[in-house]
């Protein structure tokens, strides 16, 4: 893509020495470890799993689940392990389309790390995907990109994945309520879902009209009143920043490149693993029940419980059951989804957690050297790609 490297006009400067330095002192986000701490949170993953695998299929008409689970069909657990590792690859395809500007030092092997990484600190702090948010800013921070940059192309990232993401909810949720995919499902399930998705997209929609540059517009406040006109400007770069990332976002749709394809495919081969997940135990519910079902089921991610174990789990099972779905063919289908896309890759993810350190110790070690980690920053550049043709 032409120009992908390019930043907010006039909004980004070619960064200082002093900002340099102030980077590499950025310590990676970490968690205060204590005993009482890991104690709970291990206490907490061993009651989730007990619930999930054990407690769960042994109520009511799911008790034969367990059982199901030793019996699934090896052939689709294969293609679920196979689809998994393309929605990975599909992950660091849009990670390097949208977060890596020409000549930085993140490569395929550095995106791989960020990614993995962010993925294990997603599990372990703040729900909403923080965790992976903070490690994957400081990453980037690191290889010597300015803060203003990274928010812009963090932002324009979120909007592009969690966009397909609305849009999926939207059309699968209409669709369903009035019978165009077979069938007529219940509002709740259908339209309500739809709206959250109508009601995010027109937030973002919003933002895109703020100046991107509103921050830095001449004080509303006269002179004498300085400390006021302070508070409005930085209460003011909060909207600008997302702006500015939504419409570096825009840019990037104007002028795709392959890697934008990572956006549909990150969740195409999720929803694929979940599909073969079925196919293990049975047949299937029909392909927009399965969309619709594992969209609601991922809003549990919003929960303040790490990597939302146990209210992603019961909120696709929920939805199934709300779908007509068997709650026993839903359990087992959904445990093991669950164990491909959230547990298989923790452990490469912990493990990036720790080469990702040493990584950007390398690129400190580079910087000290005096040997450049990124490009130099032109003084002014059009706000997205494409924007000066």
Known sequence: MPDAGRVSGGAVQQESGAARASAAQEEMPRIPVTRRRAILFAAFVVVALALLYVVLPQLGSVKHSLDRLNDGDAWWFGIALVLELLSIASYIAIFKGVHVPPDSPIGLRESYLIMMAGLAATRLFAAGGAGGVAVTAWALRRSGMGRR?????????LVLVYGVYMVAMIVCGIGLYVGLFGGAYGFAITIVPAIFGVAVIGVFLGIAVVPEDLERRPRWVGAGHQRASLWIRRLAAGPASLSSGVHYAWGLLRHPEWALLGT??????????????????????????????????????????????????????????????????????????????FWLPSIPGAIAYFQLRRTVSHWDASLGEGQPLARSLPKSVPAYPGAGE
Do not use: C, D, H, K
């Open 149 to 157: 940059e990274v928010a812009q192309r963090m932002i324009a990232f």
């Open 264 to 341: 549909i495919g990150w969740w195409g081969f999720n929803i694929g693993v979940f599909y073969a997940s079925f196919r293990a135990f049975g047949e299937p519910p029909p392909v927009a029940v399965l969309v619709q079902a594992y969209f609601v089921g991922m809003l549990a991610n919003l929960l303040p419980i790490p990597g939302g174990i146990g209210g992603v789990e019961g909120g696709m099972i929920g939805a199934l059951a709300a779908f007509g779905v068997s709650v026993g063919l839903a359990v087992p289908a959904v445990l093991t989804y669950r164990l491909f896309a």
